[in-house]
């Protein structure tokens, strides 16, 4: 996974699902192509197939369980996330908590297939626990600043470089930025506070022109 990225995130957004998702797919893709960035998408399971069939930039699930072949009804296996293209997942997110056991089984079961994990975490002392399984990359959100109009870089600065020097003082971990992020400008002060790109949803997903916010962010890298 190159860095730095931008995950957007397409949730269950009326904008994020089935031919919308699609359509936003393309739109992520044309960004990324013109302005040479990292894109990833993370889409519903439901959606994976179509999606990382009509893309050429990397595709994430935005859940997976940590389980094994087997009988495990209503679950998300995540042989068969890899089997229909993802190439890594989102785990914890704050609409999605996990117990801590479950996580660390999670990231365990993910580095064995070659998924990339990215691990939400809505403090720096959570994401410093989170650290010790090794995941990816940990994308810090404060849960209050999610889908609102203040980015966590402008409004809680502290908590990216907290959140990155307690994690580095842990393992060799990428650290993203989330949570009310909307311009360029937030962007450029995630990555001067020493973040390695941005997860973002509502603000391109559900926005009235994507491709021009896209656009703005991924050129702020």
Request: net charge negative.
């Amino acid at each position: 996974m190159k860095l730095p990225v931008i995950i957007v995130n397409f949730k269950t957004y009326v904008e994020g699902t089935g031919k919308e998702a699609e359509r936003l797919a393309k739109i992520c893709e044309k960004v990324a192509h013109d302005t040479g960035k990292n894109i990833v998408l993370a889409v519903e399971e439901v959606d994976l197939n179509r999606i990382s069939s009509l893309v050429d930039i990397p595709v994430f699930s935005e859940h997976m369980d940590p389980i094994h072949p087997g009988a495990h009804t209503g679950h998300n296996l995540p042989q068969a996330l890899k089997d229909n293209g993802a190439e890594g997942t989102l785990l914890n997110h704050s609409e999605d908590r996990f117990r801590i056991d479950m996580l660390k089984e999670s990231v365990k079961i993910a580095k064995e297939l070659d998924l990339v994990t990215v691990v939400c975490a809505n403090d720096s002392d959570t994401a410093e626990a989170v650290a010790a399984f090794e995941p990816d990359m940990i994308a810090v959100e404060p849960p209050e600043l999610i889908g609102g109009d203040i980015s966590v870089s402008t409004a809680k600065p502290e908590v990216i470089t907290d959140t990155i020097e307690k994690v580095k003082k842990v393992a060799n971990v990428s650290v993203l930025c989330g949570a009310g992020v909307k311009t360029g400008e937030d962007v450029k002060k995630a990555i001067e506070l020493g973040a390695d790109g941005i997860l973002i949803a509502s603000g391109v997903v559900k926005a009235e022109d994507p491709e021009k916010v896209l656009r703005e962010l991924a050129e702020a890298l």
